[in-house]
């Protein structure tokens, strides 16, 4: 059986040197670039905005949970881990940030039909 010469390495070195570049923004951000941290939220603010979506009950509670998400990444900043991707704890947050408003959401429902 004759096997094909696929290019494995290089899909994988094109996104490492995309992960790289991600990383070295963050850590621009951390040292206080501004222009670095508008880069991260034009670059995640479609994915943090829908999932914010998916928790929220209407757009402006989507919009302020996003907004409390990239709030929350700017405080959190000196505690990313550079050695680790940075989408999975960009997405923590996120997630976080939203499990938090839905419980704080859920005993003003549970008073409203009382």
């Given at each position: 059986m004759a096997t094909v010469g696929l290019p494995l390495v290089e899909p994988y070195a094109e996104a490492n040197a995309e992960e790289e570049g991600i990383r070295r923004r963050v850590v621009e951000a951390r040292d206080g670039s501004a222009d670095a941290f508008e880069w991260l939220m034009r670059?995640?603010?479609?994915?943090?905005?829908?999932?914010?979506?998916?928790?929220?009950?209407?757009?402006?509670?989507?919009?302020?949970?996003?907004?409390?998400?990239?709030?929350?990444?700017?405080?959190?900043?000196?505690?990313?881990?550079?050695?680790?991707?940075?989408?999975?704890?960009?997405?923590?947050?996120?997630?976080?940030?939203?499990?938090?408003?839905a419980r704080r959401r859920r005993p003003l429902a549970l008073a409203l039909e009382a």
């Open positions: 670059r995640y603010g479609p994915l943090v905005g829908s999932l914010a979506r998916g928790w929220a009950s209407s757009p402006a509670d989507a919009e302020d949970l996003s907004q409390d998400v990239f709030l929350k990444l700017f405080r959190a900043l000196d505690r990313y881990d550079a050695a680790r991707p940075f989408l999975p704890w960009l997405y923590e947050i996120a997630r976080n940030t939203c499990l938090d408003h």
